[in-house]
Antibody, heavy 117, light 107 residues
Framework: QVQLVESGGGVVQPGRSLRLSCATS????????LHWVRQAPGKGLEWVAF????????YYADSVKGRFTISRDNSKNTLDLHMSGLRGEDTAVYYC??????????WGQGTLVTVSS | EIMMTQSPATLSVSPGDTATLSCRAS??????LAWYQQKPGQAPRLLIS???TRATGIPARFSGSGSGTEFSLTISSLQSEDFAVYYC?????????FGPGTKVDIK
């Protein structure tokens, strides 16, 4: 079955960096676009970043542009999100999600990132 | 950026009743509209895509309608497991945007 498992979350000081990973299985990784979506505590969903199936196209939310970088390794079936210059407002559960021609049919369980001194 | 609004923010419904949730886009998104259900501590679950197509395994009591800028999600004969937060999302134009959610709770 399709699985997406995020890791790498934790507590990090403002201004520091953190790398999240999403390990996948159960589907042909290299043909699907992938996204990161986050959810601040008690808040709604916010799309963060997109990467095309081949890694050649990336899009970012304005709130993270220039600070976050999405990448993928189609040989290892993994998706990453490198986050730098972290701010308090980046505190959230981060989900990786598989795009099925737009909407997200499959999600990971999420990993919590807390930005605090 | 396309702004998505949802109403009401909270909907109190009795089990067995019908709930109708609304979603509005600030500009036309065609039928590129999805609905998700989220329960506490869980990832969102896709219910509806293309405004009205139920995802695999989603019960028939969930139905979506609308196009352009006005959409609705109807949950018929509410079951106990349907009390949750519901989000709409447009995927017609970057950035993909979500509505703020409607919480369906027990009356």
């Amino acid at each position: 079955q399709v699985q997406l498992v995020e890791s790498g979350g934790g507590v990090v000081q403002p201004g520091r960096s953190l790398r999240l990973s999403c390990a996948t299985s159960g589907f042909t990784f290299s043909v699907y676009a992938l996204h990161w979506v986050r959810q601040a505590p008690g808040k709604g969903l916010e799309w963060v970043a997109f990467i095309s199936y081949d890694g050649n196209t990336e899009y970012y939310a304005d709130s993270v542009k220039g600070r976050f970088t999405i990448s993928r390794d189609n040989s290892k079936n993994t998706l990453d999100l490198h986050m730098s210059g972290l701010r308090g407002e980046d505190t959230a559960v981060y989900y990786c999600a598989r795009s099925d021609s737009g909407p997200y049919l499959y999600w990971g369980q999420g990993t919590l990132v807390t930005v605090s001194s | 950026e396309i702004m998505m609004t949802q109403s009401p923010a909270t909907l109190s419904v009795s089990p067995g009743d019908t709930a109708t949730l609304s979603c509005r886009a600030s500009q036309s998104v065609g039928n590129n509209l999805a609905w998700y259900q989220q329960k506490p501590g869980q990832a969102p679950r896709l219910l509806i895509s293309r405004a009205s197509t139920r995802a695999t395994g989603i019960p028939a009591r969930f139905s979506g309608s609308g196009s352009g800028t006005e959409f609705s999600l109807t949950i018929s004969s509410l079951q106990s497991e349907d009390f949750a937060v519901y989000y709409c999302q447009q995927y017609n134009k970057w950035p993909f945007t979500f509505g703020p959610g409607t919480k369906v709770d027990i009356k």
